[in-house]
């Protein structure tokens, strides 16, 4: 009985695998050992900045998960790329690269499909002007803009990224960024005491 209960059980965790969740998909460099597609490690990057404003992500698909894993890079032809500084955390400068489609900027819409946030080199360091990227987001079906904007609340700096869903209200997502110990961090802010 035992035995046939784990085979199903195993059953259904592989056919769930296998679904496509249709993101939005994430890609951090703080996976925690609990997170599956459609979070992914980002790769560890450190190009030149003009890099990633030529060249946008392109979700490397897996086909056993059936889900990103990863991503690659393209140029970047079917997508404006635009960056905004939202200043410094925890001694890196931290850009914000939305890449936005030119049916979107047809239509007169600055809607981003993909959101990528870099971080400079420590403003001491040997490397000041490269960038490696701290976080990405990609849209979905409900998924309609990306943004990201200071976060003031953190003593050494944060950054918030809103994701804007569709539906009658207006639905948000927040998910917050800080520099740790060991690079950046997504994290959860504390509820302000009164």
């Not at 939005?24 to 790769?43: N, Q, W």
């Not at 200043?87 to 959101?115: E, F, K, P």
């Amino acid at each position: 009985m035992a035995r046939s209960l784990s085979i199903v059980s195993l059953l259904f965790c592989f056919t769930t695998a296998i679904a496509d969740s249709g993101g939005p998909y994430v890609g951090v460099p703080d996976l925690k050992p609990s997170e599956a597609p459609p979070t992914f490690a980002i790769p560890n990057e450190s190009k030149p900045l003009k890099f990633f404003l030529t060249n946008i992500p392109e979700l490397r698909w897996n086909k056993q998960l059936n889900e990103p894993d990863s991503y690659t890079w393209k140029a970047c032809t079917e997508h404006h790329a635009s960056i905004t500084s939202l200043g410094h955390v925890g001694g890196h400068q931290v850009l914000c690269v939305r890449y936005i489609s030119n049916r979107r900027l047809d239509q007169g819409l600055d809607y981003a499909d993909m959101l990528l946030l870099l971080a400079r080199s420590h403003d001491t360091g040997p490397a000041p002007t490269l960038c490696s990227p701290i976080f990405y987001t990609s849209t979905s079906a409900s998924v309609y803009n990306h943004t990201a904007a200071d976060y003031p609340a953190e003593r050494a700096g944060a950054v918030v990224v809103t994701r804007y869903y569709d539906g009658t209200g207006a639905f948000r997502d927040h998910i917050y960024i800080r520099a740790a110990e060991q690079g950046f961090e997504r994290f959860t802010p504390e509820e302000p005491t009164k």
